[in-house]
Protein backbone atom coordinates (compact mmCIF):
# COMPACT_ATOMS: atom_id res chain seq x y z
CA UNK A 1 0.00 0.00 0.00
CA UNK A 2 1.46 3.59 -0.90
CA UNK A 3 1.59 6.02 1.83
CA UNK A 4 -0.35 8.55 -0.41
CA UNK A 5 -3.27 7.35 -2.41
CA UNK A 6 -4.54 10.02 -5.08
CA UNK A 7 -7.28 8.77 -7.74
CA UNK A 8 -5.17 9.62 -11.25
CA UNK A 9 -8.50 10.66 -12.89
CA UNK A 10 -9.09 12.10 -15.21
CA UNK A 11 -11.85 14.46 -14.26
CA UNK A 12 -13.61 16.38 -16.85
CA UNK A 13 -16.33 18.80 -15.55
CA UNK A 14 -17.94 21.91 -17.25
CA UNK A 15 -17.00 25.44 -16.80
CA UNK A 16 -18.81 26.96 -12.89
CA UNK A 17 -19.16 23.22 -11.79
CA UNK A 18 -17.26 22.49 -8.10
CA UNK A 19 -14.37 20.40 -7.87
CA UNK A 20 -13.50 17.85 -5.29
CA UNK A 21 -10.15 16.46 -5.25
CA UNK A 22 -9.04 13.88 -2.13
CA UNK A 23 -6.13 12.27 -1.13
CA UNK A 24 -5.76 9.51 1.33
CA UNK A 25 -2.92 8.44 3.57
CA UNK A 26 -1.52 5.71 6.15
CA UNK A 27 1.62 7.61 8.05
CA UNK A 28 -0.53 9.31 11.11
CA UNK A 29 2.22 11.17 11.93
CA UNK A 30 1.41 13.97 8.63
CA UNK A 31 1.18 17.59 10.04
CA UNK A 32 1.51 19.38 7.01
CA UNK A 33 -0.38 19.36 4.07
CA UNK A 34 -0.35 20.39 0.92
CA UNK A 35 -1.46 20.63 -2.59
CA UNK A 36 0.10 21.53 -6.37
CA UNK A 37 -0.97 22.61 -8.85
CA UNK A 38 1.23 21.41 -12.00
CA UNK A 39 0.44 22.53 -15.82
CA UNK A 40 1.37 21.08 -18.39
CA UNK A 41 5.29 21.09 -19.03
CA UNK A 42 5.53 23.47 -15.71
CA UNK A 43 6.71 22.25 -12.42
CA UNK A 44 4.42 21.99 -9.77
CA UNK A 45 3.60 25.37 -8.16
CA UNK A 46 2.15 25.52 -4.28
CA UNK A 47 -1.74 26.06 -4.10
CA UNK A 48 -2.13 25.40 -0.54
CA UNK A 49 -0.44 24.79 2.83
CA UNK A 50 -2.07 23.54 6.26
CA UNK A 51 -1.31 22.30 9.26
CA UNK A 52 -2.98 19.74 11.23
CA UNK A 53 -7.01 19.39 10.85
CA UNK A 54 -9.81 21.89 9.78
CA UNK A 55 -9.98 24.02 6.68
CA UNK A 56 -8.09 26.62 5.16
CA UNK A 57 -10.08 28.84 2.38
CA UNK A 58 -8.50 30.84 -0.51
CA UNK A 59 -10.10 32.32 -2.92
CA UNK A 60 -12.01 29.91 -5.12
CA UNK A 61 -9.67 27.07 -3.29
CA UNK A 62 -10.53 25.13 0.01
CA UNK A 63 -8.35 22.70 1.51
CA UNK A 64 -9.51 20.95 4.42
CA UNK A 65 -7.68 18.02 6.58
CA UNK A 66 -9.25 15.09 8.62
CA UNK A 67 -6.53 13.63 10.80
CA UNK A 68 -9.06 11.27 12.01
CA UNK A 69 -9.92 9.76 9.03
CA UNK A 70 -6.70 10.61 7.04
CA UNK A 71 -8.17 12.11 4.64
CA UNK A 72 -7.60 15.70 2.16
CA UNK A 73 -9.56 17.44 0.08
CA UNK A 74 -9.11 20.51 -2.52
CA UNK A 75 -12.52 21.84 -3.48
CA UNK A 76 -12.26 24.40 -6.46
CA UNK A 77 -15.53 26.45 -6.92
CA UNK A 78 -17.01 28.29 -9.92
CA UNK A 79 -14.46 26.06 -11.73
CA UNK A 80 -12.69 27.94 -15.03
CA UNK A 81 -10.74 26.57 -18.24
CA UNK A 82 -7.50 28.01 -16.37
CA UNK A 83 -7.63 25.23 -13.77
CA UNK A 84 -7.27 22.52 -16.40
CA UNK A 85 -4.30 20.91 -14.81
CA UNK A 86 -3.31 18.39 -12.69
CA UNK A 87 -3.16 18.45 -8.88
CA UNK A 88 -1.22 16.42 -6.92
CA UNK A 89 -1.53 16.22 -2.64
CA UNK A 90 1.73 16.20 -0.32
CA UNK A 91 2.49 15.65 2.98
CA UNK A 92 4.92 15.97 5.81
CA UNK A 93 6.44 14.95 9.11
CA UNK A 94 9.84 16.57 8.19
CA UNK A 95 10.19 14.02 5.06
CA UNK A 96 7.74 14.92 2.12
CA UNK A 97 5.26 12.39 0.46
CA UNK A 98 3.14 13.01 -2.85
CA UNK A 99 0.66 11.34 -4.65
CA UNK A 100 0.14 10.71 -7.98
CA UNK A 101 -1.50 13.46 -9.24
CA UNK A 102 -5.19 13.89 -10.37
CA UNK A 103 -5.63 15.28 -13.53
CA UNK A 104 -8.35 17.94 -14.39
CA UNK A 105 -9.98 19.04 -17.18
CA UNK A 106 -12.77 22.20 -17.37
CA UNK A 107 -14.51 22.42 -20.55
CA UNK A 108 -15.91 26.02 -21.54
CA UNK B 1 11.50 36.46 -9.45
CA UNK B 2 13.23 33.58 -10.83
CA UNK B 3 12.80 30.78 -8.14
CA UNK B 4 14.29 27.56 -8.94
CA UNK B 5 16.02 27.46 -11.88
CA UNK B 6 16.90 23.78 -13.99
CA UNK B 7 18.99 23.69 -17.52
CA UNK B 8 18.82 22.37 -19.85
CA UNK B 9 14.98 22.10 -20.64
CA UNK B 10 14.93 19.07 -22.70
CA UNK B 11 17.98 16.55 -23.67
CA UNK B 12 18.67 13.68 -26.05
CA UNK B 13 21.09 11.01 -24.67
CA UNK B 14 22.48 7.63 -25.97
CA UNK B 15 22.80 4.45 -23.83
CA UNK B 16 26.04 5.20 -22.44
CA UNK B 17 26.55 8.71 -22.08
CA UNK B 18 26.86 10.74 -18.92
CA UNK B 19 25.21 14.21 -18.63
CA UNK B 20 24.65 16.89 -15.57
CA UNK B 21 21.50 18.44 -14.80
CA UNK B 22 22.00 22.22 -13.45
CA UNK B 23 19.65 23.95 -10.62
CA UNK B 24 19.77 26.97 -9.21
CA UNK B 25 17.67 29.06 -6.81
CA UNK B 26 17.48 32.50 -5.31
CA UNK B 27 15.51 32.41 -2.65
CA UNK B 28 18.20 31.37 0.06
CA UNK B 29 16.86 28.06 0.79
CA UNK B 30 18.55 25.55 2.92
CA UNK B 31 17.10 22.99 1.23
CA UNK B 32 17.30 21.52 -2.05
CA UNK B 33 16.09 18.18 -3.68
CA UNK B 34 15.96 16.18 -6.95
CA UNK B 35 12.84 14.35 -8.18
CA UNK B 36 12.34 12.24 -11.18
CA UNK B 37 8.69 12.41 -12.28
CA UNK B 38 7.30 9.07 -14.52
CA UNK B 39 3.87 8.77 -15.49
CA UNK B 40 1.20 6.96 -12.99
CA UNK B 41 3.98 6.78 -9.95
CA UNK B 42 4.11 10.42 -8.66
CA UNK B 43 7.22 12.19 -7.51
CA UNK B 44 10.13 10.27 -6.45
CA UNK B 45 13.09 11.69 -4.35
CA UNK B 46 16.16 10.29 -6.15
CA UNK B 47 19.08 12.89 -3.89
CA UNK B 48 18.49 16.07 -1.31
CA UNK B 49 20.81 17.97 0.43
CA UNK B 50 19.21 19.23 3.83
CA UNK B 51 22.14 22.23 3.80
CA UNK B 52 24.96 23.09 1.98
CA UNK B 53 28.05 20.34 2.18
CA UNK B 54 25.34 17.48 2.92
CA UNK B 55 24.05 15.12 0.36
CA UNK B 56 21.85 11.80 1.24
CA UNK B 57 20.23 9.35 -0.40
CA UNK B 58 16.50 9.51 -1.48
CA UNK B 59 13.84 6.75 -2.47
CA UNK B 60 15.64 6.14 -5.73
CA UNK B 61 19.29 6.53 -6.11
CA UNK B 62 20.80 4.37 -7.87
CA UNK B 63 22.38 5.67 -11.34
CA UNK B 64 22.65 9.09 -10.34
CA UNK B 65 25.44 11.16 -8.19
CA UNK B 66 24.86 14.91 -6.89
CA UNK B 67 26.78 17.82 -5.85
CA UNK B 68 25.87 20.73 -3.79
CA UNK B 69 28.55 23.26 -5.07
CA UNK B 70 27.11 25.98 -2.77
CA UNK B 71 23.87 27.25 -0.83
CA UNK B 72 22.43 28.40 -4.72
CA UNK B 73 23.53 25.58 -6.69
CA UNK B 74 22.64 21.85 -6.49
CA UNK B 75 23.60 19.37 -9.56
CA UNK B 76 22.57 15.66 -10.46
CA UNK B 77 24.97 13.63 -12.64
CA UNK B 78 24.02 10.29 -14.49
CA UNK B 79 27.26 8.56 -15.06
CA UNK B 80 26.24 6.21 -17.64
CA UNK B 81 22.68 7.34 -18.77
CA UNK B 82 20.60 3.73 -18.99
CA UNK B 83 16.75 4.03 -20.97
CA UNK B 84 14.85 3.77 -17.29
CA UNK B 85 16.55 6.59 -16.48
CA UNK B 86 14.30 8.37 -18.87
CA UNK B 87 11.97 10.93 -17.34
CA UNK B 88 10.84 14.17 -16.25
CA UNK B 89 13.65 15.25 -13.69
CA UNK B 90 12.57 18.38 -11.17
CA UNK B 91 14.45 20.37 -8.83
CA UNK B 92 13.02 21.68 -5.69
CA UNK B 93 14.33 24.10 -2.81
CA UNK B 94 12.44 24.95 0.47
CA UNK B 95 13.60 27.08 3.52
CA UNK B 96 14.93 25.79 6.78
CA UNK B 97 11.91 25.99 9.29
CA UNK B 98 11.66 25.91 13.23
CA UNK B 99 10.35 22.41 12.44
CA UNK B 100 12.10 22.00 9.21
CA UNK B 101 8.45 21.99 7.26
CA UNK B 102 8.32 24.26 4.81
CA UNK B 103 6.87 23.59 1.72
CA UNK B 104 9.24 22.75 -1.34
CA UNK B 105 9.34 25.13 -4.50
CA UNK B 106 9.78 23.91 -7.41
CA UNK B 107 11.54 24.70 -11.07
CA UNK B 108 10.06 23.96 -14.31
CA UNK B 109 11.96 20.51 -15.45
CA UNK B 110 14.35 19.14 -17.48
CA UNK B 111 12.49 16.39 -19.92
CA UNK B 112 15.39 13.60 -20.43
CA UNK B 113 15.17 10.44 -23.00
CA UNK B 114 17.82 8.43 -23.41
CA UNK B 115 18.03 6.12 -26.14
Known amino acids: QKEVEQDPGPLSVPEGAIVSLNCTYS??????FMWYRQYSRKGPELLMYTYSSGNKEDGRFTAQVDKSSKYISLFIRDSQPSDSATYLCAMSEGDMRFGAGTRLTVKP | NAGVTQTPKFQVLKTGQSMTLQCAQD?????MYWYRQDPGMGLRLIYY???????DKGEVPNGYNVSRLNKREFSLRLESAAPSQTSVYFCASRAYGTENNQPQHFGDGTRLSIL
Open chain 1, 27 to 32: NSAFQY
Open chain 2, 27 to 31: MNHNS
Open chain 2, 49 to 55: SASEGTT
